[in-house]
């Protein structure tokens, strides 16, 4: 079976092989958490406010002492170059170029369990040059990159839909949670309390049963665009 070389493949542009796969690489993913304070409880409850990109990081290397030590050495940086260009505004993009990452038949090298392959963004990349030429030419590098996530908006509603404010839904009330908050958390505005009010036929707003299960109904006054839960 024929060696598979790992490919990075630019929106615009060539397709960029490496020269040698990377031994390793690794890919991170989280969330942005916020703790909500709640009188009477021994720890604050835990509330999520987004996700953050997926990155996957690894080390390339690239070497031209195949050609030898004389004159005419190839200087590294002449393989190098083309994934730093990925860093570069391009002119017809207005922004750095999407790339997606292949190698071979595998699955895909980012998000654990998604069947979309999301396009990335060339983040950061530092450069170590460790041999050189008599004359200082640097024939051997280290690229050490960054690749974050940079999912569309049509890629993200398609792997994850999602309830909006403008539909009817059900959440459970957690212990010390108040009508108001769960107006914010929803709608993004603590003042829509009295629909939720209304919906479930509350005698008191302020005084909810921890675990009921309320009624959220549709919201046509506001919309929610934190994704606050």
């Known amino acids: 079976m024929p060696l598979e070389k790992l490919a990075i493949i630019p929106e615009r542009g060539n397709t960029i092989y490496a020269m040698f796969n990377p031994e390793k690489y690794t890919v991170s993913k989280s969330v942005q958490l916020v703790d909500v304070n709640i009188p009477g409880l021994d720890s604050p409850v835990v509330q999520f406010v987004r996700g953050q990109n997926e990155k996957i990081n690894m080390d390339l290397f690239f070497d031209t002492t195949d050609r030898g030590m004389a004159d005419s050495v ?3 940086r002449t393989l190098t170059t083309n ?5 570069k505004v391009n002119k017809d993009l207005h922004a750095p170029p999407r790339v ?18 999301p396009w990335l963004v060339l983040e ?10 008599p004359a200082g030419i640097p024939l051997r590098a280290k690229l050490t990159v960054s690749f974050r996530e940079a999912w569309t908006i049509e890629q993200q509603l398609k792997e994850t839909p999602r309830q909006s404010s403008d539909r009817t839904k059900k959440r459970r009330v957690v212990r010390g949670e108040t009508v108001s908050q769960i107006a914010f958390a929803e709608y993004s505005d603590s003042e829509e309390w009295r629909p939720i009010a209304d919906a479930n036929q ?3 707003p302020r005084r909810l049963t921890p675990g009921e299960i309320l009624k959220i109904p549709r919201n046509t006054s506001t919309s929610n665009t934190t994704g606050v839960r």
């Open 202 to 204: 509350l005698d008191n």
């Open 74 to 76: 190839t200087d590294v």
């Open 124 to 133: 950061s990349l530092s450069e170590e040059f460790s041999l050189f030429s």
């Open 83 to 87: 994934i730093y260009k990925l860093l």
């Open 100 to 117: 997606h990452l292949q190698w071979g038949n595998s699955a895909h090298m980012t998000s654990h369990g998604s069947h979309i392959d």
